[in-house]
């Protein structure tokens, strides 16, 4: 007897799913039908999204609707993140003294990739200062997410119990799509 069980979606199943992205030149999506386990799966996704989306933006070419559209939509993906990720993860770890430091610089380089997304704002997207900074802003939004998976995640995750992880992955999810739709709308 064969039974018919769905699979649990794993970051293995999802790293499938984005190279099938990858292949019909598509952008990953959150999704709110697999519903994560706690924050730090939550998190992952929108840092895959963030991912895809500089990876494009750096092949996109000059002159294009597409390359203003993929920066649009990465200033949205980065905007939301954040305002989420620090209501609902740097926010209570803040409240902890062993969580102090981590969660300050953390903060502090979320600031640093804002300044780089104003200024790529107000910047000429066809020449060549712009797509320097979008370098900047590529090779910043990579250090900070492997640092905040590799440090981060770990010093939180000691201080959090698993209740609290779950409880905060469907707080940041529904403040995350929101804030998306906020920023979609205005």
């Given amino acids: 007897m ?18 099938d992205l990858k292949r ?7 999704s709110g039908l697999n519903m994560a386990d706690n924050i730090y799966d939550a998190l992952r996704e929108s840092h895959q ?24 939509e990465l200033r949205r993906e980065l905007a939301a993140h954040a305002a989420a990720e620090e209501r609902f993860l740097y926010a209570p770890i803040l409240m902890h003294d062993t969580g102090l430091d981590a969660s300050r610089h953390a903060l502090h380089e979320h600031h640093e990739i804002d300044e780089i997304v104003e200024d790529m704002s ?9 797509m320097a900074k979008a370098r ?18 770990q010093v939180s995750g000691k201080i959090l119990s ?5 409880r905060l992955a469907g707080q940041y999810r529904r403040d995350h799509q929101r804030m998306l739709n906020s920023l979609s709308s205005g």
Avoid: M, Y
């Fill in 2 to 19: 064969q039974l018919d069980i769905p699979w649990p979606t794993t970051q293995a199943t999802n790293t499938h799913r984005t190279h």
């Fill in 24 to 30: 019909h030149n598509e952008t990953p999506r959150l």
């Fill in 49 to 72: 999204l963030q991912r895809s989306l500089c990876r494009k933006l750096l092949r996109s070419s000059p002159h294009t609707e597409r390359r203003r559209q993929l920066f649009t």
């Fill in 122 to 130: 107000i910047t000429d997207k066809t020449g060549a200062a712009w």
């Fill in 136 to 153: 900047k802003l590529s090779e910043k939004v990579h250090h900070h997410l492997r640092e905040e998976e590799k440090k981060f995640f």
């Fill in 162 to 166: 698993a209740s609290q992880k779950e």
